[in-house]
């Protein structure tokens, strides 16, 4: 429960998924999908190797084409929104510093104006104290942890966007210390009226952190709340029944 919004009411969707099928390699990746992402969400999109996950998830971006259906924004646009890539897709040794990292994030919504506004500073400012890395901001990307890394591009990601983060295995390669830290982050920023959609491998914390998982087997097995979710059959058999 978010408490921010009436989960119901179809005024509250801001993407919906209409019998989207895609390719990844000439195979059918995505077969047929269809769900509707409301404001406040914290949809996990869970799955074995090779079911789908990523490749629904690069569509949603407009990084992939769909081979038929359609995906539409309601009260926002595709530009808009925050994304956070897997750590072995971006450059670790990326030679900018933490600030000018995270201020990139708002070309997403520039356009042909490639200068950075006083807003534009201020909201990469305000991202930067959020994520509680204001004592780096300084600091060569290139030099920091993994951890401090994956704060920095989720700083980023919200200088994208004004309301959803799309995040991709988040917490890959990082100690479990940084990874709680990361979720307690993550569910904080939802908490506070931020929608997230989050691929992940690890169905635990999705059902610990997560209010709606989406479970991928090329075709959607399940898509509804995680107490519905930890009642099924596809559940009982990726956990064995319980949680840790």
């Known amino acids: 429960e978010s408490g921010f919004f009436d989960m119901d009411n179809k005024e509250n969707i801001l993407i919906s998924c209409k019998n989207v099928s895609m390719n990844y390699d000439r195979r059918l990746a995505v077969d047929d999908v269809s ?8 949809l996990c999109i869970v799955g074995e190797n090779g079911s789908g996950k990523s490749t629904l998830m690069k569509g949603i971006l407009g990084l992939m084409k769909l081979n038929s259906g359609e995906i539409l924004f309601t009260g926002m ?10 750590q072995t897709v971006v450059q670790r040794d990326f030679p900018a510093s933490v600030y000018e990292v995270v201020l990139s994030g708002c070309l997403n919504q520039k356009g042909f104006k490639p200068f950075f506004s006083r807003s534009d500073k201020e909201k990469a400012k305000k991202n930067i104290e959020l994520l509680k890395i204001t004592n780096i901001a300084k600091k060569s990307y290139r030099d920091l942890s993994g951890g401090q890394q994956q704060r920095v591009l989720l700083a980023r990601a919200l200088c994208a966007t004004r309301e959803l983060l799309i995040l991709d295995e988040p917490v890959t390669g ?7 830290d990361m979720y307690n982050i993550i569910k904080h920023l939802n908490g506070h009226g931020i929608t997230v959609i989050m691929v992940s491998h690890d169905i635990p914390s999705a059902l610990k952190y997560g209010t709606k998982i989406l479970h991928m087997g090329t075709k959607l097995e399940f898509f509804g709340t995680v107490e519905e979710y930890m009642a099924t059959d596809i559940y009982t058999k990726m956990t064995g029944g319980h949680i840790s």
Do not use: H, I, M, W
């Open 35 to 42: 769900f509707d992402v409301y404001k406040g969400d914290y």
């Open 174 to 180: 990082l100690d479990p210390v940084v990874t709680a």
């Open 77 to 86: 646009s595709r530009n808009e929104l925050g994304y956070l890539p897997q």
